[in-house]
């Protein structure tokens, strides 16, 4: 695993609980972490349970006895590694985004491409899909439960840099993230959306915004002087996105990625709706479903508030008995079955480099879109950005 | 009361109620209501308890014994009525939207300008205002308890399109209608967004789209021939409409007007989100105010059900104890009240026709922007389309 | 009608919309009001649309002019009004509940009985059953819904005895209430269970407590010294009853009625579980049923939301269109309609006095066994205690 | 470890995940695992991560590399194991129920209270007390957030046993269960009602009650002969129960343990009302807390939905950002957290096996007063029974 920050935890305890819980096809050894500070990466390891801990990732990706590189760095680095990775003969886990720019995810699909001929498998982490109620959610579509797509309604809402006072990390500047709202939180309901209508978003119009437009410099003491960076700097990173998508059926789609929902702690939601029923999610309350069925008897027709937690439901008989809820973390363990499994089987898993491509493009569309007076973006015809 | 569908019976719903439950500045008697077919009008007169029938609202309007005249007829006749009426020396009720077109909308309220300076009264029926949690939900926003509005996503949800047999009606013809979800619901959107944070709505970006573009042309027996029309007809109004607003502080606000939610009834939801708090209201649920306050201490912050059936909750004291909820109707009392209240005090009642026009000129910048690539328009700037 | 308090402003509202809003096969005219304070009823009458007014109940009674007698007094003197009512040959609605003890109801039943043969009607008005949703619960039951009744859950819940600065009124006195939170509202909730699973209470064993024991006397300045009640006084009734009750099936229900459940308002609330199904349903959202399908397919099983404003549903298509709310006071209006209709039809109303008896019946036996260390009591078994 | 059923699953996860996610004072080996079938538990300690299987528990006990014994047996063993390895000087944590009988849970009480002399630490695995939401309302409790108790309102609810042809296992045996919904999963809500409101339960009364009094018997073949189980068998345990509990300071608490809930999956539920305000929990949402203060502005009081996952509520920062839900497992590492952290400082952890046998012994008057015709029993006071 390379990196080892708030993903590398989520990470661990996927490798760490999947092979407990589950009936894996082989065996999952958590074999070396690799960060820069080798004192903390070192830490790290101890605290997680890996073997090792090193701080070169080159000659760790160079070992004969690791077969799968993840990759939980922040995602300008993404690409080289992966890349690396890839020609290497190892199997790739990417978190998510796949990369910062289009260019850069380009070149990891492409590598991705001609690594699969040789039978080595990547996977981009877009975890949510592995919830088990958004699976469930997928298959209920899939099996036709909502009927022909009209309409997809898709949020995800956070509220912590409400606060004025909140400092201008790096994820607050472009230089750094890349992105804001839109790529880190926004590349979420753009892949849900994809993934649980089985469709694409093909064109986009939509407007990105910094609410916040100053924040106070972080006042920790830097450079040879010594000084301590004081007064404000400006925010060069969106806050809010929201954009409409034209679905490949021609279906539209509404988005909104946020960082101002006041009271919205990290709440993704989805609502596909057919013409024969709907389906709604929201990850504050992960392990409910909730469905409407309009081919029921008129008069007892609503939304059915399913608990997934029962058996027969995605990933659920691995762990506990009906009603005993699961949280955010099971999403890791799911992506370490389903990536061992297509490995052990030699198939391609999924969310695929390509698919981690799409959503990219999406957001350079989006990001189009807003500096073009929010008109229409083909996707994938967008002209790329220098940052995207 | 000109007009007698369903809005003539939920008006006379309020003009019933009002004066037995509130202490009325002044007597309401139900004097006439006026329809172009005798017998039908003076059906529902009997029925709703006017005392009279009539079928030229040109006579009626000049009666001398009159003093108010409603208007509750389709939105086509609304200037023609209400101009006249108010030249006529009569205050004025008029059901939203106020009108079909910018134009007409415009000279309503000049008419409603020239009689204000006479003392006469106008007024527009937004009547979702007077819902008490929404009145309460713009009294915190007035009293500071979100703090500087950040954001604003406010919806309209209905389902009864998605049925694809559903025929033809002149509520889905331009020419009848003048609009769809967004002229029908999608105005109670922008108003009420406009009512509870006091910000204007000063340019929009959207899309307007047609999901089930024919439908079975109704099949009632017509014509001396006795032909029955049968085939498909083209749909020529909108059934969903995303759009972005920009209000006047600068903070962005979302819509979405849909009829093709599965599931959601007469879901009409608005969010408003603040540096210090945030408020949300869903209309299924209309005795319910959410509101988080992120003054309160960190550790129990969270969403506030406040179930506003208290008798410190605007208009809630007139009718029953704590916990006894009201319903959709009431609010038609409310506006009673208000109407009457004003005439006797000699104030403007709210919602003037001033901001009914500002609602249809957001409704015209939307339709001119989604026939613009979703151009950005300024809202006042927009160029008037023939039908609106 | 007799009385002029909260429930009379309710009743008024019922005989004044249901003709308004439904057919009804006879016209109803809100003649004359009765109470004791000869300026305070004219006042009433005037604010509620009744004809007249008047003080002397039994020169009301006899009159030729009047049909129906609603009674909407205290409960210590339905018994009288009530018999003497029907003895003059008028329909009686009688608020619930029917009267302060089981020697009254039992009188009261009898004279219904007579009247009965003589073709005069007689009602109960446990009006929740007149909410859409419950009236619904039950049709779903009897249709099979649930399959066979395994147990029941029923609450009723409100806060407004928490303060402990709430003086004491007369509801808090044994000698004019007969019963606290038991008789009240405990009535309430045991009628509704008998009501939508069509099984009766036959025995119970429970508890009723006071919590706060004494309160500040009321200051209102009495007696010829023209002192004022000060200090404290003796909560003589019950503010909890916690209590089960055996089905004639043999199925336990647990009932709890309290006045010390903070933050509850009004909130009725009852879950009916079986073998092939379950429906709950909350006052407080009182638009709203809750229904469990045991024979749905697994995996999409839940509890369904079903929003009960479709016109299929009871009592729905008079009012508005799908998912525009009704409130509380709705239920007495279609205690209205169906009282007018059976009256004219010639068929008796439900409740009927017999069942009002049958509530009377269990609040003593679960007084007598609260009496007697819980143990259990055979409803109409109990010594009847002087003031049930 | 002693047992590896599916609570060994449990309480290997909290052992696994404990010291990767927190900073415990100590480490943790997952040395052996028992059982008295080989193979299985070679299966288990292989799959859960534990170092070594064995069959004789005493020889493990006796082992001194041994620190913590685990025991996750059913009831009618611990009482036996626990006490021998106190004595061996062994920590014990101990699964809930304590014990099947009220004399062995005395037994064990009277073995830690000796061994607790000796520096040995004793716990008994009441998990939920370990939710954060559930922490959280004890510490707000404490706080005086709720005032004084009024009342509680606690059910456990589950509807496993609606299917008739669920078969006649072991659970629904007296003679190895010793109690059904009771003692399984009443403990739960008497051991929470005790822990968030700091009281003891002091007097019950109460009924309990089977409602498929037979079922089919399971139909493995069995015995020298072969023959399968047919037809169908006795249910010697209760499948519901619903009793009332007087509170050492006199307040009354209500309780239902029941598998007949159909729709209720796990919904374990309890609500605290007191003069200042209210909360209430469900296990089935279990980030949520709902507070409700009556010490807010009262016109926006309310329930207050708390997602209680920020860093500041308890136990969460070991884990996710705010807005990242926990499931029912992790309360088994804080369970372990928590033992680990008292071993480590010297300190009794809480729940003791004192306060396991109190619960014990509310069991065993609930049954009491259930077999006296619902009379109320002083818990402490109760004739024992031979079974409890």
Known sequence: MIGYGFMGAAHSVGWRQAPRMFDLPAGVEMAVVVGRNAEAVADAAARWGWQESATDWREVIARDDIDLVDIVTPGDSHAEIAIAALEAGKHVLCEKPLANTVEEAQAMADAAARAAERGIRSMVGFTYRRVPAVTFLRDLVAQGAVGRIAQVRAAYRQDWLV????PLGWRLQKEHAGSG???DIGAHIIDMTQFVTGLSVD?????????VKERPLQGSGTGLSGTVAEGYGEVTVDDLAIF?????????????ATRFATGRKNDLSIEVSGDKGALRFDLEDLNTLWFYDRTAPEATQGFTRILVTEAQHPYVSAWWPAGHTLGYEHGFSHQAVDLVTAIVEGTDPH?????GL?????LAAVEESSANDSAWVRVGAEVSSPTR
Not at 163 to 166: A, F, G, N, Q, Y
């Open 163 to 166: 606060d004025p006072d909140m």
């Open 181 to 183: 709202a839109l790529g």
């Open 203 to 211: 064109a986009v119009s939509g407007v990105v915004d910094t609410i």
């Open 244 to 256: 409409t998508g034209r679905l490949s059926t021609g279906a539209l789609a509404s988005f909104e």
């Open 351 to 355: 969310p695929s480099f390509d698919e």
């Open 358 to 362: 799409s959503v990219q493009r999406v």
